[in-house]
């Protein structure tokens, strides 16, 4: 019994600029949220004088960025959601704060809108190149010779 000829898996295709930029927008975006919210609720115009609790809502923002490191699809698919938490903080808080805690609910929600644009466009350019290899890959395969059967 003969097995199929099967030819080596091509080298993966290296990012493309327009994929690594999606990628240090989203972790630039994050980290700006997550220095942003410290900032804010500690020092620049916390809830209370000397520093608020509400510091703790960045914690679930420092879960994601491990994977947006390390490149993995299925965080920036679940990280696009959660954004939208702090988009509507910071809409709310800017719409009904005034002075600096406006302004910085302002940024909030800039930093929240490049990080969404951000997870999306990779996500998107990601499954499109992936589709392309799958692609070349079978036409690859289409057009290697069969080997002979083995007697």
């Not at 980290?31 to 916390?46: D, F, N, R, T």
């Not at 809502?57 to 960025?65: A, D, E, I, M, Y």
């Not at 929240?112 to 951000?118: D, E, G, T």
Request: glycine share 6%; net charge positive; hydrophobic share 55%.
């Amino acid at each position: 019994m003969s097995l199929p000829h099967v030819s080596p898996s091509p080298l993966p295709i290296p990012p493309s600029p327009k994929v690594r930029l999606t990628r240090w927008l989203a972790v630039g975006s994050l980290l700006g949220l997550i220095v942003l919210g410290l900032a804010w609720e500690l020092w620049l115009a916390p809830l209370r004088e000397g520093g608020s609790w509400w510091a703790l809502k960045v914690l679930p923002l420092t879960v994601p960025l491990a994977g947006l490191l390390k490149n993995r699809m299925y965080t920036y698919r679940w990280v696009s959601l959660l954004v939208w938490l702090y988009f509507t903080e910071g809409a709310v808080r800017a719409t009904s704060e005034s002075g600096l805690s406006a302004l910085l609910a302002l940024g909030q929600v800039l930093l929240c809108v490049v990080l969404f644009m951000a997870c999306a466009l990779h996500v998107r350019m990601r499954l499109r190149a992936a589709g392309k290899e799958a692609v070349a890959a079978d036409v690859a395969s289409a057009n290697a010779p069969s080997s002979p059967a083995a007697p």
